[in-house]
């Protein structure tokens, strides 16, 4: 009953915003020749609103595009058949979006093009020529305005989808990124410029307010991210499109063609620009964090490799001079690795690391560090260390998970650790010494036995604790 419940609310809140965003864009509606000034938000809403939500929504979509046609005083039959268009080419996006693989979060700019490609190539030129036939089939438009009509349709419906659906879709997949806050002042921001510099200032020179507003977006999209970048875009051509319907402004000169031209190219540069200038940098921040993250982290267990490993000592002595902290180095070597890797193969070995990897991981706390150095070696940092007692408590816990049996193709196999132990800077006020001390310290471990911790004791060297 739950689930009919949900359906039957997202339906008709769907249809609602469909409408409400249809009499909104149609408030504002002008034209001169082919060429329009209108942003249809309603396909925007409905591009967006299917490619998160799926077909569940589809019926929603029909409703809300059917009650817009009857209210704008369309013939039934003509309406329907126009809203069964709208919903079908909604299904197509849903489709080919799937079909090619784009990305919800629009992460790559193959995602973006392919996004806006699929708009103006396919979606768009569907439902044009389509609801354009059917029009003039009832005879609600003549048939030599087809192609005035056609493009029209294609124009201010790709206008709204290109306008509002990145928007949404960056909305739904990186919220968590929001700041509200920040966009407070995103929005205050973004308005306030517009109106300044449109309303206010009044200003004829329009490359003065293109450069201005198409900066603040580029900052935006580079500087923060594309929330508040394509939110800022919503916004500036919001103010420039109502400023121009009260004839307001730098786009309402007596030359209306001029004036239309003018704002769809200045509204579409935005969205262009803004979005493919803030995807290319997206992606060349996401190949510096995967190249530092190729360089810094061992790439079969994801832990921080020895390339990392003089900045997290240097850590240690910082923290260690800055706020009197003892922290505990432990170099640790896997017992019977090699015998695992030479009967097995290197396949289970790996599984081995990553299962020792992950062990370890649960059982340290988020200031402690485990680093792989390399084959077998791996060396944990204990931030703050301790006291002796709790030290030990955590290094048998650490020894008694890594007996536990491993299963790999369901055989068992069974490992253990040898530790040494080193405390900087009581053993040592040198990182690179107390390194030394620990790796002497689990030599010593392996030669007692295996399967055991030793701390290194600078008179005895050999104390076991």
Same mark, same amino acid.
């Given at each position: 009953?739950?689930?009919?419940?949900?359906?039957?609310?997202?339906?008709?809140?769907?249809?609602?915003?469909?409408?409400?965003?249809?009499?909104?864009?149609?408030?504002?509606?002008?034209?001169?020749?082919?060429?329009?000034?209108?942003?249809?938000?309603?396909?925007?809403?409905?591009?967006?609103?299917?490619?998160?939500?799926?077909?569940?929504?589809?019926?929603?979509?029909?409703?809300?595009?059917?009650?817009?046609?009857?209210?704008?005083?369309? =013939?039934?039959?003509?309406?329907?058949?126009?809203?069964?268009?709208?919903?079908?080419?909604?299904?197509?996006?849903?489709?080919?979006?799937? !079909?090619?693989?784009?990305?919800?979060?629009?992460?790559?700019?193959? =995602?973006?093009?392919?996004?806006?490609?699929?708009?103006?190539?396919?979606?768009?030129?569907?439902?044009?020529?389509?609801?354009?036939?059917?029009?003039?089939?009832?005879?609600?438009? $003549?048939?030599?305005?087809?192609?005035?009509?056609?493009?029209?349709? *294609?124009?201010?419906?790709?206008?709204?989808?290109?306008?509002?659906?990145?928007?949404?879709?960056?909305? *739904?997949?990186?919220?968590?990124?929001?700041?509200?806050?920040?966009?407070?002042?995103?929005?205050?921001?973004?308005?306030?410029?517009?109106?300044?510099?449109?309303?206010?200032?009044?200003?004829?020179?329009?490359?003065?307010?293109?450069?201005?507003?198409?900066?603040?977006?580029?900052?935006?999209?580079?500087?923060?991210?594309?929330?508040?970048?394509?939110?800022?875009?919503?916004?500036?051509?919001?103010?420039?499109?109502?400023?121009?319907?009260?004839?307001?402004?730098?786009?309402?000169?007596?030359?209306?063609?001029?004036?239309?031209?003018?704002?769809?190219?200045?509204?579409?540069?935005?969205?262009?620009?803004?979005?493919?200038?803030?995807?290319?940098? $997206?992606?060349?921040?996401?190949?510096?964090?995967?190249?530092?993250?190729?360089?810094?982290?061992?790439?079969?267990?994801?832990?921080?490799?020895?390339?990392?490993?003089?900045?997290?000592?240097? !850590?240690?002595?910082?923290?260690?001079?800055?706020?009197?902290? !003892?922290?505990?180095?432990?170099?640790?070597?896997?017992?019977?690795?090699?015998?695992?890797? =030479?009967?097995?193969?290197?396949?289970?070995?790996?599984?081995?690391?990553?299962?020792?990897?992950?062990?370890?991981?649960?059982?340290?706390?988020?200031?402690?560090?485990?680093?792989?150095?390399?084959?077998?070696?791996?060396?944990?940092?204990?931030?703050?260390?301790?006291? $002796?007692?709790?030290?030990?408590?955590?290094?048998?816990?650490?020894?008694?998970?890594?007996?536990?049996?491993?299963?790999?193709?369901?055989?068992?196999?069974?490992?253990?650790? @040898?530790?040494?132990?080193?405390?900087?800077?009581?053993?040592? @006020?040198?990182?690179?010494?107390?390194? $030394?001390?620990? =790796?002497?310290?689990?030599?010593?471990?392996?030669?007692?036995?295996?399967?055991?911790?030793?701390?290194?004791?600078?008179?005895?060297?050999?104390?076991?604790?």
């Amino acid at each position: 009953m739950l689930s009919y419940q949900n359906y039957f609310f997202k339906t008709i809140l769907i249809a609602f915003i469909y409408f409400l965003a249809g009499k909104a864009s149609f408030s504002i509606y002008q034209s001169a020749s082919i060429i329009t000034i209108v942003i249809f938000i309603s396909e925007g809403f409905a591009l967006a609103a299917v490619l998160i939500y799926g077909r569940s929504i589809l019926l929603g979509i029909f409703l809300g595009q059917l009650f817009l046609a009857l209210s704008v005083g369309m =013939d039934t039959l003509p309406a329907l058949l126009i809203s069964l268009t709208n919903t079908i080419e909604a299904y197509i996006a849903l489709i080919l979006f799937k !079909r090619y693989k784009l990305d919800l979060a629009l992460s790559t700019l193959r =995602d973006i093009l392919g996004l806006l490609l699929l708009i103006v190539l396919v979606l768009q030129p569907f439902s044009a020529i389509v609801s354009n036939l059917i029009l003039i089939s009832f005879g609600s438009t $003549q048939s030599q305005d087809y192609i005035v009509n056609i493009f029209s349709w *294609w124009f201010g419906n790709s206008m709204g989808q290109f306008l509002i659906t990145p928007f949404l879709l960056y909305v *739904w997949t990186k919220y968590k990124k929001i700041n509200i806050l920040e966009l407070i002042l995103v929005t205050i921001s973004s308005f306030s410029i517009s109106y300044f510099l449109l309303i206010i200032l009044q200003t004829e020179y329009f490359a003065l307010l293109f450069s201005v507003t198409l900066t603040f977006v580029i900052i935006l999209s580079t500087q923060r991210n594309l929330i508040y970048a394509s939110l800022s875009i919503v916004v500036i051509a919001l103010v420039a499109i109502y400023s121009t319907h009260l004839n307001i402004g730098l786009f309402s000169t007596n030359n209306i063609i001029k004036n239309i031209v003018s704002i769809n190219f200045y509204i579409l540069s935005h969205i262009l620009l803004g979005l493919i200038i803030g995807t290319l940098f $997206q992606e060349k921040e996401k190949a510096l964090e995967e190249l530092k993250n190729q360089v810094n982290y061992d790439f079969l267990t994801g832990l921080a490799n020895r390339n990392l490993l003089t900045e997290l000592l240097h !850590r240690v002595v910082v923290m260690s001079h800055r706020y009197k902290q !003892r922290s505990a180095i432990c170099f640790i070597d896997v017992d019977g690795f090699k015998f695992v890797n =030479d009967t097995l193969g290197h396949d289970a070995g790996d599984t081995v690391l990553k299962s020792i990897a992950v062990r370890i991981s649960n059982l340290i706390r988020e200031e402690d560090t485990l680093v792989r150095l390399g084959g077998d070696e791996f060396v944990l940092i204990l931030m703050n260390h301790m006291s $002796q007692k709790e030290l030990k408590t955590k290094l048998k816990s650490i020894l008694d998970s890594i007996r536990e049996v491993i299963i790999i193709d369901e055989k068992e196999i069974s490992v253990s650790l @040898s530790i040494g132990v080193s405390i900087y800077p009581d053993d040592s @006020s040198s990182t690179e010494s107390v390194m $030394q001390q620990a =790796d002497k310290a689990m030599y010593i471990a392996k030669s007692r036995g295996k399967d055991g911790y030793v701390f290194f004791d600078s008179e005895k060297y050999n104390k076991t604790l």
